[in-house]
C-alpha cells in the first residue's frame, strides 16, 4: 500500500512539471485549433470571391497543331477567349493551347493577366497592382513556384495567375492567410507551414500523451480510494 502511494505521489510531481511544460503548447494548439475551424473551408479558400467556370462544349474541339513531344497530362479548361488546352510536358514544362484551332498561345501579359483576374474575382474591392514573380520568387501566401501574376485587392485579396499557361492558381484573402498564420502556429512550423513531422512537435505531442495518461491515471486511482472510503 504504502509503495502504491509513493509511486502515486510520484506520478503526481511528473504530472505537475508536465503541466507546466506542455500548457502553453496546449493552449496554443487549442486556439489555433478553433480559429481553423472557426470558418468553413471553403470560405477561406477564397470560393465565394472567385468566379464560377462556364462549360465547356465539347463538339467542335480542336487538338494542338504542332508535336507537343512527351507529354505527362492534358488539362481542358475555359479561359477568356474560349476553352484552351494545357499541356505538361515530361519534362515539367507547359504550354497553353487554343481548343478551338489548336494553336499555342503565347505567356500571359500584364493586359491579359489583368483581365483574367477581373474575370475570377467576385468580391467589392477594387484592383490596386499587379506584381509579377519568378518561379523562385513565390509570396508566402502562394507557396507554388511557378512564374505568376498577384492581382492585389483593395480588401486584401490576392488573385494569382500562372504567367505561362493563364491559370488561376489560387485566390487568398486575409482570411486565409490568418488561417495559414494560424497552421504554421499548430503544427509549430512558421517557415515553410508545411512539415507536419519534425521532432518539435513531436516531442511536445508526446509529452501531452504522457501527462494526460498520468492524468487518468491519477484521477482513476482516488475515485478507486474515495469508493473504498
Not at 497530362?73 to 477568356?80: A, E, I, K, R, Y
Not at 518539435?200 to 487518468?216: H, M, Q, R, Y
Amino acid at each position: 500500500m504504502m509503495a502504491q502511494q509513493k509511486i502515486l505521489r510520484r506520478f503526481a510531481k511528473w504530472h505537475i512539471w508536465l503541466g507546466w511544460l506542455i500548457g502553453v503548447p496546449i493552449l496554443m494548439w487549442t486556439v489555433t485549433g478553433l480559429i481553423m475551424v472557426w470558418q468553413p473551408i471553403e470560405y477561406v479558400r477564397g470560393n465565394h470571391l472567385r468566379a464560377e467556370t462556364p462549360a465547356i462544349q465539347t463538339a467542335q474541339i480542336a487538338l494542338p497543331t504542332e508535336d507537343v513531344g512527351e507529354v505527362s497530362g492534358f488539362t481542358l479548361q475555359h479561359q477568356l477567349d474560349g476553352p484552351v488546352w494545357i499541356v505538361t510536358r515530361e519534362d515539367g514544362g507547359r504550354t497553353r493551347y487554343s481548343a478551338q484551332d489548336g494553336l499555342r498561345i503565347g505567356s500571359v501579359g500584364k493586359d491579359e493577366a489583368r483581365l483574367i483576374a477581373q474575370a475570377t474575382y467576385t468580391g467589392a474591392g477594387s484592383l490596386d497592382t499587379l506584381t509579377q514573380f519568378a518561379d523562385d520568387e513565390a509570396p508566402m501566401d502562394l507557396r507554388i513556384w511557378r512564374p505568376s501574376w498577384q492581382a492585389s485587392y483593395s480588401d486584401g485579396t490576392h488573385v494569382y495567375l500562372d504567367q505561362i499557361t493563364g491559370e488561376v492558381l489560387a485566390v487568398r484573402s486575409g482570411w486565409w492567410r490568418i488561417f495559414d498564420f494560424v497552421w504554421g502556429l499548430h503544427i509549430m512550423d512558421l517557415q515553410d507551414r508545411e512539415n507536419t513531422s519534425h521532432p518539435i512537435l513531436i516531442i511536445f505531442a508526446a509529452l501531452s500523451a504522457i501527462g494526460s495518461l498520468l492524468g487518468c491515471a491519477l484521477m482513476f486511482r482516488r475515485r478507486k480510494a474515495r469508493v473504498k472510503a
